[in-house]
T-cell receptor
Framework: ELKVEQNPLFLSMQEGKNYTIYCNYS?????LYWYRQDPGKSLESLFVLLSNGAVKQEGRLMASLDTKARLSTLHITAAVHDLSATYFCAVDIADDMRFGAGTRLTVKP | NAGVMQNPRHLVRRRGQEARLRCSPM?????VYWYRQLPEEGLKFMVYLQKENIIDESGMPKERFSAEFPKEGPSILRIQQVVRGDSAAYFC??????????????FGSGTRLTVV
């Protein structure tokens, strides 16, 4: 059975600091997605990674994919309060997408 | 383009009643997925449907839960004889292809079901 594991599950950061969220998955897949969810809201697509070595950046967030290691990372640079949310990675398998448990990020002043 | 439309946004049901959740996919999307999110948890896949067909229902509980996506109209997730453990947010997503592709899925705003 496919497993998608994120760590850490909870992350509290100071503003201005850097940190990385990890997403490991247990099956072969060339497509990985990162989503953001604010409390009580739906999921917003952040990044779509479609091949080994793919790297995408948007503002203070950068995502990468290593399909051989079955690992994706979401790197946060110089965190700001507005980044506080829950971040999910999701792996595309055959007909559908399976999600990690999410990383709840809190950025403190 | 109105995006993925789910209704109702909030639904309260007493134990034993039926809950019907509706999802209209984005225009041009014929693939619909339902996920359940328990409080403080991630999204659990429930079912994947195309028009008039259930493609994968491996995540759906065997009893009380059913889903359909008729030729005309929205996709419906039906929960019969609801219990307190059914309280959760139910998200619908759609895509133009049978996989995430180059854009991933587009999610609706969810239906928050509370069973009292």
């Amino acid at each position: 059975e496919l497993k998608v594991e994120q760590n850490p599950l909870f992350l509290s950061m100071q503003e201005g600091k850097n940190y990385t969220i990890y997403c490991n998955y247990s099956t072969t897949s060339d497509r990985l997605y990162w989503y953001r969810q604010d409390p009580g809201k739906s999921l917003e697509s952040l990044f779509v990674l479609l091949s080994n070595g793919a790297v995408k950046q948007e503002g203070r967030l950068m995502a990468s994919l290593d399909t051989k290691a079955r690992l994706s990372t979401l790197h946060i640079t110089a965190a700001v309060h507005d980044l506080s949310a829950t971040y999910f990675c999701a792996v595309d398998i055959a007909d559908d997408m399976r999600f990690g448990a999410g990383t709840r990020l809190t950025v403190k002043p | 383009n109105a995006g993925v439309m789910q209704n109702p946004r909030h639904l309260v049901r007493r134990r034993g009643q039926e809950a019907r959740l509706r999802c209209s996919p984005m225009k041009g999307h014929s693939h619909v997925y339902w996920y359940r999110q328990l409080p403080e948890e991630g999204l659990k896949f429930m079912v994947y449907l195309q028009k008039e067909n259930i493609i994968d229902e491996s995540g759906m509980p065997k009893e009380r839960f059913s889903a359909e996506f008729p030729k005309e109209g929205p996709s419906i997730l039906r929960i019969q004889q609801v219990v307190r453990g059914d309280s959760a947010a139910y998200f619908c997503a759609s895509s133009p292809l049978g996989q995430g592709g180059s854009h991933g899925y587009t999610f609706g705003s969810g239906t928050r079901l509370t069973v009292v």
